[in-house]
């Protein structure tokens, strides 16, 4: 066997490791199971109050879905940040997340995999799922951008919600209401 043919190799198991590896990580901080089955989970959002104090960013939105809708009991805010965006390439990285997200409002919190791309109307960022730490919380944070502003979704996840969270939320910010919110809040 050549040198390439033994780097390949290598290379190949290194990388199902890895994967394997990331697997059981994601799977270890899942919350847990919901106790309805997906098809009957119906997400209903009722507008509640923001309940974090004043910072440069201001007020935004909160929405709560209450564990007989969800599988289990989530928050989700939402805000605008105006001028805060990289202009040229949005919210690109998982780097750009943790800089531009919202998760300082919730606490210290871990991420339990790698990001991915979003889109949310006309706007592109990312999403990454969280492990709260001091509680049995997850959190999912979410950024998108429309020039140089962008928006901050954070939902935190309480105990039985459904694991596929993220399309929930997308739904949801994807929605006729949220995306009117959006084009008037960054002066689309």
């Known amino acids: 066997m050549g040198l390439t043919s033994k780097f390949l190799a290598?290379?190949?198991?290194t990388a199902l490791l890895c994967a394997a590896a990331a697997v059981w990580i994601l799977r270890s901080g899942e919350p847990a199971p919901a106790t309805t089955t997906s098809s009957e989970v119906h997400p209903v959002w009722t507008e509640t109050d923001w309940p974090f104090g004043a910072d440069p960013w201001g007020k935004g939105k909160a929405f709560r879905c209450k564990a007989a809708d969800c599988g289990g009991e989530i928050q989700l805010y939402v805000r605008a940040k105006l001028g805060f965006?990289?202009?040229?390439?949005?919210?690109?990285?998982?780097?750009?997340?943790?800089?531009?997200?919202?998760?300082?409002?919730?606490?210290?919190a871990t991420p339990i995999g790698a990001g991915r791309e979003i889109i949310v109307g006309p706007m592109r960022g990312r999403s990454r799922a969280y492990r709260v730490e001091g509680n049995r919380n997850a959190a999912l944070s979410l950024a998108f951008n429309q020039r140089c502003d962008m928006v901050a979704a954070t939902a935190l996840v309480g105990p039985g919600a459904p694991t596929p969270l993220e399309p929930a939320v997308l739904a949801f910010l994807n929605s006729d209401r949220m995306l009117k919110w959006a084009e008037i809040a960054l002066g689309l």
């Open 10 to 13: 290598i290379s190949a198991a």
């Open 85 to 108: 965006c990289n202009c040229a390439t949005g919210v690109a990285n998982d780097g750009d997340l943790e800089q531009m997200g919202d998760l300082a409002l919730i606490g210290k």
